[in-house]
Nanobody, 116 residues
């Protein structure tokens, strides 16, 4: 079941973007959804993830207070609201979904470019 990510683009520093990721079909047993990013020459890193419980969000220190992750369980969707963007946020952003039976699905990546 492929994941489709959207919402990337070019924005000036201080601007905002909202990324969205949806499964093309139904995925049962999703226990966590997340966003990762990979900048040129760097390893992929966790940006934020969200579980099923209340207050189950987790953020990289570099994005705390600026990014907000949310999910729609009924639609198998996860979003990432990014405010106060910085040039160092420039990267390809990937979404993922993890099931309780051990399967991890990845999206194709969406480019976010922040100009100074």
């Amino acid at each position: 079941v492929p994941l489709q990510a959207s919402g990337g683009g070019l924005v000036q520093a201080g601007g905002s973007l909202r990324l969205a990721c949806a499964a093309s079909g139904t995925i049962f047993g999703v226990i966590a959804m997340g966003w990762y990013r990979q900048a040129p020459g760097k390893e992929r890193e966790l940006v934020a993830n969200i579980g099923t419980g209340v207050d189950s969000t987790n953020y990289a220190d570099s994005v705390k207070g600026r990014f907000t992750i949310s999910r729609d369980n009924a639609k198998n969707m996860v979003s990432l609201q990014m405010n106060g963007l910085k040039p160092e946020d420039t990267a390809v952003y990937y979404c993922n979904m993890i099931t309780n039976w051990g399967q991890t699905y990845w999206g194709q990546g969406t480019q976010v470019t922040v100009s100074s």
